[in-house]
């Protein structure tokens, strides 16, 4: 079975953090070595994030990402693993890390400190001066992209003037 290196985010149980932030580390570490993985990085993204909307009555959450490689057959046991301890758990996100990009991002996960840590990683890669270098997307300009003004349904524009 080929090992891929993945990226999960998780988001935590803020109290859970706040009472005993190095046992919920230990937890996470111990769920992804259970199906035979292997932690790489781990670290705190941000521990005091206000959230939009409240999960399980909390208006707060921890976030913590932790970079692993596993078997990729045995993700899914993993992602089940997850699920199963909602107690500290609120969401993850997991990804896979492509290859190609591999060296770079764990390189930046394990020498760079702040917030944003993946983002700036990236943008050492692409171009500084050319924003569509990175994300592959053009610039949009600041009129809609020239699409000619607001939009239309109808054919009929929506401010006040009357059709003829």
């Known amino acids: ?7 999960t985010l998780f988001l935590l149980d803020p109290n859970k953090i706040a009472s005993d932030a190095e046992a919920a580390k230990t937890t996470l570490h111990t769920l992804i070595e259970r199906v035979g993985g292997h932690v790489e990085v781990s670290r ?13 009555k909390s208006k707060k959450g921890a976030f913590h990402i932790i970079y692993y490689t596993l078997e990729s057959l045995k993700q899914a046991d993993l992602e089940r693993e997850f699920k199963l301890n909602p107690d500290l758990i609120y969401r993850h996100m997991t990804l896979h890390v492509d290859p190609k990009w591999l060296e770079i991002v764990m390189g930046v996960a394990r020498d760079d400190h702040g917030m944003g840590f993946a983002v700036r990683g990236m943008h050492e890669e692409g171009s500084s001066s050319d924003p569509s270098a ?16 607001p939009p239309r349904r109808g054919g009929r524009r929506f401010d006040s003037e009357k059709p003829e």
């Open 1 to 7: 079975m080929p090992v891929v290196t993945y990226e």
């Open 44 to 56: 705190p993204w941000d521990y005091n994030h206000k959230l939009t909307y409240p999960i399980h």
């Open 134 to 149: 990175l994300t592959g997307i053009p610039e949009v300009d600041g009129d809609m992209a020239g699409m000619g003004g």
